[in-house]
């Protein structure tokens, strides 16, 4: 007797059995089960703020924000500027630190780094005590150091130590010249702009030039024609002037002044960090394989044509990506300028919760700024690997 | 008749100029002229900074760190109580010496440190009750040692190791007949220690929990997965411990309270277990994806291809990066006196403050900063042991 006919070739499975609808309930189980926890916790906050009669909502950045900061790189009132202008002072302090931080910390870094491979052992053994110990102490310990014993300790602003070119150490801070701008400044700085477009044409230029003088220094030549182009404007609009610093009283008149706080946490942030590059620049050039080196002089290279064109970018290729994460360290190690009371965004937004109670917000505020800091940096910095990474067919 | 002088072995030895200790001078550290400045600059430099560091040291009046040792090393643990503490040390040593006639190699670096930790204690000027506790634990290293090359009980030692957590942890908090110590009266070294421990146990499960979660293949899991690793990875960790302290009892139901130094603790859990993760996902990718396939066609399911096959390799390629995201929790749990709890850098600042000692910042600082490099160098040297003895990048 022939097998029973089906009405369709597929064999049915019952959707208790059926894997789709299997995987689709496991996650709509877990999701439920995120979710009733996250209801659970934000309602009783939501419960909490209710009894302290508070709500949730962003209006208070707008109040009045009544604290005096120490550090105001734009003009700021605390009687009529607002909580939210605060904020963007703290912001703006926090990118000072940050920028600086980044490009001093990567400059010692480097120095320590190549140092760390010098023949001469006594050099190699000094960076390579420096690392250790900068790498195995606390940032908070080191920041404390730079602070309480380093900056703080400097003389009184009436013994301060001078420098040549009218820069003045003391404990008030380093004063350095500065200059003041003119009617003509607005003017000069679009200028400015402006010539930076032209450079950037001249070195699109340059790059068709066939001698090699004038072709692989094209980035140098293009710079030049910017700075003579931007000192001929200066020339002849005079957009500022210079202003000196000088002792009036208690403290400087003129010129600028990098706080004690500043100075502390740059060199903190900058010895701590420059640590950590120093030994992944290390480890970087020795990822080199050495016949490469070998083949490159026996090519008729010299050891600096070999080390421009061969060596340093291939080493890069293997220290940008962690070079990337301790950039992101150094902006969320910034943070910690509320241990020496340096007006940070960390800083700032913590009075603001403490005065106004509105933590929730207050905090998000914080999160998202820093998770914009970080997307930036990472953003920047894999434009920067993509330009590096090993490329494959 | 011309005679020819034959090489004798005088002859025959390298110019004096090149062995010895003047040949090594010539090659590292005078062999060209910039060479030699960079090593006079260089030893003027040391000259420098270790001539008035050591003068510094000399000179400086310590006792701001041998009266407050007490505090350095328990905080505000009751006096009475401290014998809880260490009875603590004395169970670590044991375990510690067993582990070394058992396991050797990296446990034996590990017990001649400890023996040389307890040996500079009983030379420091703690009270002669804590000196006796030092040459005990000391004792009980070797007993450890005994036991262990006695019996060689490997597995008994590894259940050994996991149970002494819990019941370290509930001799120095206080069960059944042994009166409650507060979490906040705990401070100094041991609350550091403290912290570091319970980060480090409890963020490792948690990290290999959303390492897993990030590759899974269900959608909303991976979501959630990245989504926290993310967010945590791109926010100080101070912001999270704030987070914390302020808000954790927001989020609890009212009554409950949670005592400060816990909630710091499930700040550091939280704030590792991203950065385990992403450690625990670099390994997960370095296992060639036919480890799996072959799991498969022998018939393990997902979840045992992940214990059995998967994970201890994976595990063992990301001990070197876990080792130092384990070493900079150790040194991040100093941040914690910026939320007012009396840790290692707490007490320092604290001690500085006091009346008798203004001023004497200098001192402290150098103090906890050489228990910090030397907690982090042994941690680090470990490391590095470990990695030799499993192999990590040879085989």
Known sequence: MPPPARSDSSPKIPFYRDVRVLRIFAQGVFVAFVVLIFWYLFGNVARGLERMGSSFSFAFLGNAASFALSETPIPYDP????????????????????????????????????????????????????????????????????????????????????????????????????????????LWLTLAGIFIVVALLAYRVLG??????????????????????ALAAAVTLNPFTPSLPVIRGFNFQDG??????????????????????????????????????????????????????????????????????????????????????????????????????????????????????????????NVVNARFKLTER | MTTQTQPTPDTLKPPATSVGVIGWLRKNLFSTWYNALLTFIALYGIYLVVGSLWNFISTTDWSVITANLRLFMVGRYPAEET????????????????????????????????????????????????????????????????????????RVLVWAWLASLPLIALLLYGVGGLPRVATDLWGGLLLTLALSIVGIVASFPLGVLLAVGRQSSYPAIRWFCVAYIELIRGVPLITLLFMMQIMLPLFLPEG???????????????????????????????????????????????????????????????????????????????????????????????????????????????????????????????????????????R
Request: glycine share 8%.
């Open chain 1, 79 to 186: 009687a009529t500027d607002s909580y939210l202008i605060a904020f963007s002072i703290g912001l703006l302090n926090t990118l000072r630190v940050i920028i600086a931080g980044i490009a001093l910390a990567s400059l010692l870094g480097l120095l320590v780094g190549i140092a760390q491979l010098s023949s001469n052992w006594l050099v190699a053994k000094i960076a390579q005590v420096y690392v250790e110990i900068f790498r195995n102490t606390p940032l908070l310990i080191q920041l404390f150091v730079w602070y309480f014993i380093g900056v703080l300790s400097l003389p009184r602003v009436r013994d301060s130590i001078a420098l040549p070119g009218s820069i003045y150490l003391s404990n008030r801070g380093l004063a350095l010249p500065w200059f003041t701008p003119n009617e003509t400044f607005t």
């Open chain 1, 256 to 381: 600028i002044t990098l706080s004690p706080e500043y100075a502390a946490l740059l060199l903190g942030l900058v010895f701590y960090t420059g640590a950590f590059i120093a030994d992944i620049v290390r480890a970087g050039i020795q990822a080199v394989p050495r016949g490469i080196l070998e083949a490159a002089r026996a090519l008729g290279l010299t050891h600096v044509q070999a080390l421009r064109l061969i060596i340093i970018p291939l080493a890069l290729r293997v220290i940008i990506p962690p070079l990337t994460n301790q950039y992101l360290n150094l902006a969320k190690n910034s943070s910690l300028a509320i241990a020496i009371g340096y007006a940070d965004l960390f800083y700032v937004s913590n009075t603001i919760f403490n005065q106004t109670g509105q933590t929730l917000q207050v905090i998000l505020m914080i999160m998202g700024a820093y998770l914009v800091i970080s997307l930036v940096i990472s953003t920047l910095m």
């Open chain 2, 83 to 154: 014998w809880r503490v260490l009875a603590s040390l004395a169970l670590f040593a044991l375990l510690v010496g067993a582990s070394w006639a058992v396991w050797g190699g990296v446990a034996r670096a590990a017990a001649i440190l400890l023996a040389s930790v307890f040996f500079t204690a009983m030379v420091l000027p703690f009270g002669a009750n804590e000196r006796l506790w030092m040459a005990g634990n000391l004792a009980c290293i070797g007993i450890g040692f005994g036991i262990g090359y006695i019996t060689r009980a490997r």
């Open chain 1, 208 to 229: 068709r030039a066939k001698t090699p003088l004038i072709y692989e220094w094209r980035g140098g030549w293009a710079f030049l024609l910017w700075l003579a182009l």
């Open chain 2, 256 to 394: 409950l309270t949670v005592e400060r130094v816990m909630r710091a603790m499930v700040a550091f859990i939280l704030f590792t277990a991203a950065y385990i993760a992403e450690v625990v996902r670099g390994g997960l990718q370095a296992i060639p994806r036919g480890q799996a396939e072959a799991a498969r066609a022998l018939g393990l399911n997902g979840i045992l291809t992940l214990l059995l096959i998967i994970l201890p390799q994976a595990l063992r390629l990301t001990i070197p990066a876990m080792m130092g995201q384990f070493i900079s929790l150790f040194k991040d749990t100093s941040l914690v006196a910026i939320v007012g709890l009396l840790d290692l850098a707490g007490i320092a600042n604290a001690a500085a403050n006091q009346p008798d000692f203004l001023g004497r910042q200098a001192e402290v600082y150098l103090f906890i900063a050489l228990i910090y490099f030397v907690f982090s160098a042994a941690m680090a040297y470990g490391s590095r042991r470990l990695e030799k003895t499993l192999g990590v990048g040879e």
